[in-house]
């Protein structure tokens, strides 16, 4: 299967398929006689494992460590499961400082009239 048919069926662009092969991300295909890419349903599969995986917030050195558990007949869940905690663990410390960053703009936000006048308490509170 060529690139274009891959992309097409994992919904990724050809760019990142040839960058994810150039990372060691995915498995490498094999080469026709003329050098084409030739591509097989486990790189399909690779490719939506990666693609699924970094939509959940996994970078990319993650998601290549998820293809190489995906092929390791001896991987425990415990494996994988320790490291999705671990990113849920980080998603959340995010969304924590994600939250006082809203109740602080939220803060600016209440305090400003909006008006046409030259003093503004946002303003004030970001050269103190």
Known sequence: MNIG???????????????????????????????????????????????RAKSAGFSLQECKEFVHLAHDPNRKSSEVKARTMDKLKEVELKISHLMEIKQQL??????????????????DELTK
């Open 106 to 123: 939220e803060s600016w936000v209440s305090s400003c009239p909006g008006d046409g006048k030259r003093r503004c308490p946002i303003m």
């Open 5 to 51: 048919a891959v992309a097409k069926l994992t919904g990724l662009s050809s760019k990142s398929i040839r960058l994810y092969e150039d990372k060691g991300i995915i498995s490498p295909p094999a080469r026709s006689d003329s050098g084409y890419r030739e591509y097989t349903e486990n790189h399909i599969q690779e490719l939506n494992l990666v693609s």
